[in-house]
């Protein structure tokens, strides 16, 4: 740090007085400079730097008739070592409450109201316009990385304290980010507040808190970090650390209104199931990790527009904070999405109007990474010798809620993400009233139901008692649901978590659902409809029987004109298919024979990727839906009098799809 400021100070304050036109003028400057903390600390560090010029500058203005006296008092403010002596071993100034009991400023420094200060040789340089101290010491919970914290004085009057990595106050250039929030850093002076943070830290390890610290929410050893709440043991609480955008994400999670009053949104529900799933979703969101159970799952409601589903967004989104900022647009990257869901981690996302999405099959590339609880692989330039590393994957577990005016499955024909994702189709809410009272309940009272039912679950013996009823009521239902297809089965799991979260809901206060309204039968059914539509297979069969259907005459029995007049389809032969009306006599054909050129053209134009068509084929094969060549699933047909090798569809597997 340079003095050349601290000289122009004095040559302004000596232009001042000496160039004053009236004595009154000359006075008043050197009042105002008097008066001035700032000044007079410049005045201070222009002395220690160059005596001679302080001595001469003193000169010229005591030279001022009526000055003397006022310059004298001036250099007695400035003229004072004693306010920028080093402190000496065991001596110690007054500090502020916001440090921890036994702390002290490093030797070789010296730390105000109006600074830092360091002594460097024989001058004391003033380093910082404002004071910083080190409160705290930090490691991630996750991660194990180390952080500290930094208090200083904030712009509005109140301490400002920021967790930082231990990395960030070690390097002179990223402790410049910290000016963003009114730390006094900045590119000059950023490499001897590195030194003075060290030397700090250091001289106070034994008095320094050490806590955890923690970039995500959910369940963590002890307790539940909810927002920025910590809800669980005192002896290791776990402190909030996110960035700006988590910090917004953090904010939106807190209580207003009362408990009593929320309740009234049960009111508002009156018999219909659907409203009764999705407050439960949210609390089956915070018991996936508790009770153990392996995949992440979506809650999806879609149906006609205006008909209450972003009303019951609302309502999940009510149990832990508020509804108008947590619930988010499908419209959005994956990057973000990916953010998002690893922020709230154990908390249920809340993602309204899948038609919003960009491209269309991101909503099934979420839905199947959100249930396998992990975002996507990156890598990282490598160290120590390394061509490349990796980056740290971010990780969740959580119950998806999800709307709009198609069901999420319509998105995507991949069967892993139709087996993790319960759709209720249909009109949530009976009319438009209803809506209102519920979105007029929840915009006043929000956050109470989650932290309830946190504290609940982390009475002692709790955990082992769920667990085990999971465990009994999951095989049980899945037994059940399994009837109705392997999909029907797996959803099976969503349903009993859903079971679970109404009763831990009625453990916790929550009022039962009326009599006549069962929503976990409403939840099975859906479970059971969505083994159907997630059959792979069998909705591949539907859609090459239309698409045959819709291009009979492109099939050899079926074709237009005889003999020389035979007409050939421009794309060549699709295939042999029988003729109902062959000869005035009823035939009744027996097989389907599609080329395999048709056959990837007919379930591309479904939607199923090129690449699927080859698995879909050997499943026909292994339900008997095909008669296949020895050792090929393709048979063979003749088509214009020339054998062909097909795919020979049996009339029976087709009978079934039309039944």
């Known amino acids: 740090m340079t003095a050349a400021p601290e000289l122009d100070v004095i040559a302004d304050i000596t232009s001042a007085v000496t160039d004053a036109d009236h004595k009154a003028d000359a006075v008043a400057a050197l009042a105002a400079a008097m008066e001035d903390a700032r000044t007079v600390s410049m005045l201070r560090q222009a002395w220690e730097y160059d005596a001679g010029a302080w001595e001469a500058a003193c000169a010229r203005m005591g030279a001022v008739q009526g000055c003397s006296r006022l310059v004298g008092r001036l250099r007695k403010l400035v003229e004072v070592r004693s306010g920028l002596r080093v402190v000496d071993q065991g001596e110690q100034p007054v500090l502020p409450a916001v440090v921890p009991d036994g702390y ?33 010491r930090f490691v991630d919970a996750d991660s194990g990385i180390h952080a500290v914290e930094l208090t200083w004085p904030g712009w509005c009057g109140k301490w400002k304290r920021e967790i930082v990595p231990a990395g960030t106050a070690a390097d002179a250039r990223s402790l410049v980010a910290l000016s963003g929030s009114g730390a006094p850093v900045t590119s000059a002076n950023s490499g001897s507040l590195v030194q003075y943070i060290d030397a700090s830290r250091a001289r106070n390890a034994d008095v320094l808190p050490l806590g955890i610290s923690a970039r995500r929410m959910g369940w963590m050893q002890g307790g539940f970090l909810l927002g920025r709440d910590w809800i669980g043991s005192d002896d290791a609480p776990v402190h909030w650390r996110g960035d700006e955008g988590q910090d917004q994400l953090a904010d939106c999670i807190k209580a207003s209104g009362t408990w009593e009053g929320w309740l009234g949104i049960c009111d508002a529900f009156g018999d219909r199931p659907i409203p009764w799933l999705v407050m439960w979703a949210s609390v089956a969101s915070v018991l996936l990790e508790y009770v153990d159970a392996a995949d992440g799952a979506t809650l999806d409601v879609s149906g006609e527009t205006s008909k209450g589903k972003t009303t019951l967004m609302r309502v ?3 149990t832990y904070g508020n509804p108008d900022r947590l619930i988010r ?33 991101m909503v099934g590339d979420v839905l199947y990474m959100h249930s396998g609880g992990m975002g996507v692989i990156r890598g990282k330039p490598g160290t120590a010798g390394q061509g490349v590393g990796m980056r740290r994957a971010e990780t969740w577990r959580s119950l998806l809620v999800s709307t709009g005016e198609e069901r999420a499955t319509s998105f995507t024909q991949d069967a892993g993400a139709r087996a993790r994702t319960l759709c209720l189709v249909g009109e949530p809410l009976g009319s438009r009233e209803q809506a209102d009272r519920i979105a007029a309940v929840t915009a006043e009272h929000y956050g109470h139901l989650l932290p309830r039912v946190v504290r609940w679950l982390l009475e002692p013996g709790r955990r082992a008692s769920l667990r085990v009823d999971w465990k009994c009521n999951r095989k049980a239902r899945s037994e059940k649901l399994a009837k109705a297809g392997a999909v029907a089965g797996r959803l099976g799991d969503v349903v009993t978590l859903l079971e679970l979260a109404g009763w831990v809901c ?11 309204c069962d929503p976990i039968k409403h939840a099975e059914q859906a479970a059971i409809d969505g083994g159907k539509d997630a059959d792979r297979p069998l909705e591949a ?21 005889e003999g020389a007049n035979t007409r050939v389809p421009s794309a060549g032969w699709a295939g ?56 090929r699933v393709q048979g063979q047909a003749r088509i214009g009098g020339v054998p062909t090798r097909v795919y020979v569809i049996e009339r029976s597997a087709l009978d079934g799809v039309v039944a």
Do not use: N
């Not at 922020?343 to 993602?351: A, G, I, N």
């Not at 009625?506 to 006549?516: A, F, L, Q, S």
């Not at 069969?541 to 004109?561: E, I, K, N, T």
């Not at 699927?612 to 095909?626: N, P």
């Open 329 to 361: 647009s499908w419209k959005t990257r994956m990057a973000g999405l990916e953010a998002y869901l690893a922020t709230l981690c154990h908390l249920p996302p809340m993602l309204d109007d899948t038609k919003k999405a960009s491209p269309r099959e």
């Open 541 to 561: 069969l539907r859609s090459v029987y239309a698409w045959c259907s819709a291009h009979q005459s492109d099939f050899w029995g079926r074709h237009l004109g």
């Open 316 to 318: 999940g989104a009510s």
């Open 104 to 136: 002290e400023v490093p030797m070789g420094w010296d730390v105000s109201a109006s600074g830092i200060w360091h002594h460097d040789g024989d001058r004391v340089v003033h380093v910082a316009t404002a004071p910083i101290y080190v409160t705290g």
């Open 576 to 631: 042999a298919w029988k003729d109902d009306g062959e000869g005035g006599q009823i035939v009744s054909w027996d097989s389907i024979a599609i080329t395999a050129s048709s056959l990837d053209r007919a379930l591309v134009d479904a939607g199923y990727p090129k690449t699927s068509v080859g698995g879909i084929v050997e499943r026909w094969a292994e339900r008997g839906w095909l008669r296949c060549g020895k050792g």
């Open 506 to 516: 009625h453990c916790v206060g929550v009022p039962d659902p009326p009599e006549g």
